[in-house]
C-alpha cells in the first residue's frame, strides 16, 4: 500500500514539475521584447529642425493642370527668407517670364510686357493674372515637408519617417520623393491638388546657407 501511495505521489510530483515548466516558458514568450518592423523616429525633433531653416532656395520645375484640364508648364527658382519670398517663373505658361514677390500682406507680380501690380496677397495676382493660384503662405512650409503651424492637419509618414501625404487648408500634398541636402532630406518630388488645381513640382537642387543644418547640393 504505501508503495503505491509513493509512485501516486512521484507522479503527482512530476506533474506539477511539468506544469510549472510550461507556465515557466509562456511566461518568458509573454516578456519578451517585440521588434517593431516599423522604425523609430521623432517626429517633434525633425519638425523643430525644418522650422530653424529660415532662409532657402531652389530651383526646378512646375506642371499644373487645371479643372478645365488645361495644363502650363514653366521652370521655377523660389527663394524664401523668413515671410519674405521671391519666385520667378521662366516660360511661364505660354506667357513668357514672370516674378512674384513679397511678404505676408503684400505682393507684387511683373510680367513681360505688362506694369507691375501689387495685391494684399500673392493668391489673388495669381489669380487675376494667371487664372489660378498655389498657396504661397502654406507651401513656405509645404516645400521643406512640414505642416504650416497653428493650423489643422493631416499627415501620414513614409517608412523613414518623413512625410508621405499632408491635408491642409483644402489643398492635399503627396511628397513622392526626397533629396539628401547634406544629411537632411528635403523634398525633391511632389504633388498639390484641389478640387480646381493640381501641380507636380520637381525640385533640381536646394540651396541652403551654410549656418543651416544641409547644404547647397
Known amino acids: 500500500m504505501s508503495k503505491c501511495l509513493s509512485v501516486a505521489r512521484g507522479r503527482k510530483a512530476l506533474g506539477v514539475f511539468f506544469v510549472g515548466l510550461l507556465l515557466f516558458g509562456l511566461s518568458g514568450c509573454a516578456t519578451a521584447p517585440q521588434l517593431s518592423l516599423v522604425p523609430q523616429f521623432d517626429w517633434s525633433e525633425r519638425q523643430q529642425q525644418l522650422a530653424h531653416i529660415q532662409r532657402w532656395s531652389f530651383s526646378g520645375r512646375v506642371a499644373i493642370k487645371g479643372a478645365n484640364n488645361e495644363s502650363w508648364s514653366a521652370s521655377l527658382r523660389w527663394q524664401q527668407d523668413g515671410d519674405s519670398y521671391d519666385i ?44 489660378w493660384y498655389m498657396p504661397v503662405q502654406g507651401l513656405k512650409y509645404w516645400l521643406l515637408g512640414m505642416p504650416e503651424p497653428d493650423s489643422v492637419s493631416q499627415h501620414t509618414f513614409n517608412e523613414v519617417g518623413r512625410l508621405r501625404s499632408l491635408q491642409q487648408s483644402g489643398w492635399r500634398v503627396s511628397y513622392r520623393d526626397y533629396l539628401n541636402v547634406g544629411g537632411l532630406e528635403l523634398p525633391r518630388k511632389l504633388e498639390l491638388e484641389n478640387s480646381r488645381l493640381r501641380a507636380r513640382l520637381v525640385i533640381d537642387g536646394w540651396q541652403l546657407p551654410v549656418s543651416e543644418p544641409g547644404a547647397e547640393v
Open 88 to 131: 520667378q517663373l521662366s516660360g511661364a505658361f505660354g506667357q513668357g517670364a514672370a516674378r512674384l514677390f513679397g511678404y505676408d500682406g503684400y505682393a507684387v507680380i511683373e510680367m513681360a510686357e505688362h506694369s507691375a501690380l501689387t495685391a494684399n496677397s500673392a493668391e489673388a495676382l495669381m489669380q487675376q493674372q494667371l487664372g
